[in-house]
């Protein structure tokens, strides 16, 4: 297994922007897939974005065009950059790797808050 932490989370005001981090506690060369995902209360896990080993994205409707995910193999990181924030965006963010047949690692998830 793989123990994940992420960072960044906070309060901002509707319109603002906020980078999550999620370090890896060992390499994540290997992992085939970095997701990050969200949970709002009262409402199930919602997948917001994924990028493969090879550097390819995706997007759900919801975040897509507000919303960037990248990789530093060499810092074992992935990034969630968010941009245009609104209020429905408030929840707690995770991120998961993904090595298939060795590891599906979720991390404990940082708080996003946006304010009206």
């Known amino acids: 297994q793989v123990q994940l932490v992420e960072s960044g989370g906070g309060l901002v005001q509707a319109g603002g922007s906020l980078r999550l981090s999620c370090t890896a506690s060992?390499?994540?060369?290997?992992?085939?897939?970095l997701r990050w995902c969200r949970q709002a209360p009262g409402k199930q896990r919602e997948f917001l974005a994924q990028?493969?080993?090879?550097?390819?994205?995706n997007y759900a409707d919801s975040v897509k065009g507000r919303f960037t995910i990248s990789r530093d193999n060499a810092k074992n990181t992935v990034y969630l950059q968010m941009n245009s924030l609104k209020p429905e965006d408030t929840a707690r963010y995770y991120c998961?790797?993904?090595?298939?047949?060795?590891?599906?690692?979720w991390g404990q998830g940082t708080q996003v808050t946006v304010s009206s």
């Open positions: 990028i493969t080993a090879g550097g390819t994205t």
């Open positions: 998961n790797a993904v090595n298939l047949g060795v590891y599906n690692s």
């Open positions: 060992r390499s994540i060369f290997s992992a085939s897939v």
